[in-house]
């Protein structure tokens, strides 16, 4: 198997078959529940060279904001003054 690691040696991606670019090979034990409940960052390399639960993992918040972005905001402002401006042409 091959591992991608941030600096903290954090897991953020693994491969079982074919290779990773930056890849590091491991042939260590590896968890039981590994491939069900990885997810990247929720595992790490220990200084031991064992894969293990990240302590300090926070999961991904789910909720989605539907409110509109600043550049959204921006954008539509502009479309309001292309329609103002167009219609004092025509007028």
Same mark, same amino acid.
């Given at each position: 198997? +091959?591992?991608?690691?941030? !600096? *903290?040696? %954090?897991?953020? !991606?693994?491969?079982?078959?074919?290779?990773? &670019?930056?890849?590091? %090979?491991?042939?260590?034990?590896?968890?039981?529940? /590994?491939? =069900?409940? /990885?997810?990247? @960052? /929720?595992? #790490?390399?220990?200084?031991? @060279? $064992?894969?293990? #639960? $990240?302590? @300090?993992?926070?999961?991904?918040? +789910?909720?989605? &904001? *539907? =409110?509109?972005?600043? =550049?959204?905001?921006?954008? $539509?402002?502009? @479309?309001?003054? %292309? =329609?103002?401006?167009?219609? #004092?042409?025509?007028?």
């Amino acid at each position: 198997m +091959e591992i991608l690691m941030d !600096s *903290n040696r %954090v897991i953020t !991606s693994f491969a079982t078959c074919g290779h990773l &670019d930056g890849g590091t %090979v491991y042939t260590g034990l590896i968890p039981d529940d /590994f491939d =069900a409940t /990885f997810c990247p @960052g /929720f595992y #790490k390399l220990s200084t031991a @060279g $064992n894969i293990e #639960k $990240n302590d @300090g993992y926070v999961a991904p918040s +789910e909720s989605i &904001d *539907n =409110a509109p972005s600043a =550049a959204m905001d921006a954008i $539509n402002m502009l @479309g309001i003054q %292309v =329609a103002q401006l167009a219609a #004092k042409v025509k007028a």
